[in-house]
Nanobody, 124 residues
Framework: QVQLVESGGGLVQAGGSLRLSCAAS????????MSWFRQAPGKEREFVAG????????FYADSVKGRFIISRENAKNTVYLQMDSLKPEDTAVYYC?????????????????WGQGTQVTVSS
């Protein structure tokens, strides 16, 4: 079993930055694709960014491309999401997810492990 704990969310003004962290425990995630999803009130959970097991490949939703960067430190069993140039529409609960296998699916239904989420609020 993998336990995921997100941190780093908060309230920030538009144009500001936040760095989210996702710490894994229970077993290593070094062989797993990892992703960040987000869910705004009244909306479905959506894919934000994903990273391959090695960190060699990254993937982004069009809405965050050029503003967010996903990275990982397998030695620390941790994944990060650097969010710059934040917009009010980025406001959501952000979730870290582990695919449980090599590969970075875009669908939330292919992820077996989830964190509890961290709130990100961007004021205009």
């Amino acid at each position: 079993q993998v336990q995921l704990v997100e941190s780093g969310g908060g309230l920030v003004q538009a144009g500001g930055s936040l760095r989210l962290s996702c710490a894994a425990s229970g077993r290593t995630i070094s062989n797993y694709g990892m992703s960040w999803f987000r869910q705004a009130p009244g909306k479905e959970r959506e894919f934000v960014a994903g990273i391959s097991w090695s960190g060699g490949s990254t993937f982004y939703a069009d809405s965050v491309k050029g503003r967010f960067i996903i990275s990982r430190e397998n030695a620390k069993n941790t994944v990060y999401l650097q969010m710059d140039s934040l917009k009010p529409e980025d406001t959501a609960v952000y979730y870290c997810a582990a695919a449980g296998r090599i590969g970075v699916p875009r669908s939330q239904y292919e992820y077996g492990y989830w964190g509890q989420g961290t709130q990100v609020t961007v004021s205009s």
